[in-house]
């Protein structure tokens, strides 16, 4: 059996090992390859019969240039990379890895929240600039500090993630709304189903914990955002394309919305263009909340029983049957 990772550096850049994957066959590992369609990845994968990817693209013109190709195991939940219809049509299984970073995403979140509340690492920079030590007063601060407790805050999406960051909200004493397509006797016990409107007039943040789907994709825009609390803060860690970009960077010069802290965009790595850049009170990362060395470990894991359960003829973990 030959195997290839074709884009191993993001899920592990060195801290941990891909000795596991051996027992399975000949393994091939490549660091990166690419992020966009290229002859390139059909030439790696070559005769493999399985094809470990994170963001490598495989498109249909790649699965018809690999004819061995048998399995697609994403070292992600999201799938949108593979053309899994046509790969289905090959009778080529694709596996993801659908819950392994439920509680570091849900903390990253909150902690995206937190630093727009207290703007800790501009502070501390302050700090070591030496602002405190000349300053005639015996602190200062730079931006208005927010008491979380007493608040109200809006979950769009509560599953696995979004009940997790409901926990932590409500252990820091805010009143927790959330809208999901399904409800459930866990989420009530964590949050108050509500509609939108409801959540979007109610909510002093608002976290984006749902998948995008043609429901939810732009759900953040000019009209919704005409229906929030004037100084709303904004968290989404889940995916860009549930906002309208510009809409959001008017709302932030605005004052609309009062501070976004975002991991992700539209389109990634962020272009230069993007307007989010150049908007007010913007806290951007580079798409990282699911990047802790346990929940990396646990990809890595599931992702090894995945290719391990489709050798021994019991697949799991499949998205495209």
Not at 63 to 70: E, Q
Not at 204 to 228: W, Y
Request: aromatic content about 6%; hydrophobic content about 40%; some cysteine.
């Amino acid at each position: 059996m030959k195997i290839v990772i074709l884009d191993a550096y993001t899920e592990n850049p060195g801290d941990l090992s891909w000795d596991g994957f051996k027992e399975f066959g000949d393994l091939t590992v490549y660091d990166r390859t690419s992020y966009a369609e290229s002859d390139l990845i059909a030439e790696r994968i070559g005769d493999a019969e399985i094809a470990v990817i994170n963001k490598t693209p495989i498109s249909s013109r790649t699965i018809d240039a690999c004819p061995n190709l048998k399995l697609i195991a994403v070292l992600a939940t999201g799938f949108n990379v593979v053309d899994c219809d046509y790969a289905k049509e090959k009778g080529i299984l694709v596996a993801n890895v659908p819950a392994y970073g439920t509680q570091i995403v849900a903390q990253y979140a909150v902690g995206l929240l937190l630093e727009i509340c207290a703007h800790y690492a501009h502070h501390s920079d302050a700090v070591h600039e030496g602002r405190w030590q000349n300053n005639i007063d015996w602190c200062f601060w730079d931006y208005p500090m927010i008491e979380l407790a007493g608040k109200t805050a809006g979950i769009i999406g509560l599953g696995r993630i979004g009940q997790a960051s409901a926990r932590i909200l409500g252990a820091l004493g805010m009143r927790v709304l959330a809208v999901n397509p399904h409800e459930t006797d866990a989420g009530r016990e964590v949050a108050e189903y509500t509609d939108l409107d409801t959540l979007l007039a109610e909510s002093d943040v608002i976290f984006l914990h749902c998948p995008q789907t043609p429901s939810t994709a732009g759900i953040i825009c000019r009209e919704n955002i005409e229906k929030m609390k004037k100084g709303v803060i904004l968290i989404n860690n889940s995916r860009g394309g549930l906002v309208a970009e510009q809409d959001l960077a008017d709302a932030l010069s605005s004052g609309q919305i009062y501070a976004a802290g975002l991991d992700v965009v539209s389109t990634e790595p962020i272009k230069a263009d993007n307007p989010l850049l150049k908007a007010p009170n913007c806290l951007i990362t580079p798409h990282i909340s699911w990047a802790a060395k346990d929940a990396r470990q646990r990809i890595m894991d599931v992702t090894a029983d995945n290719i391990r359960s489709f050798i021994e003829g019991n697949p799991i973990n499949i998205v495209n049957r």
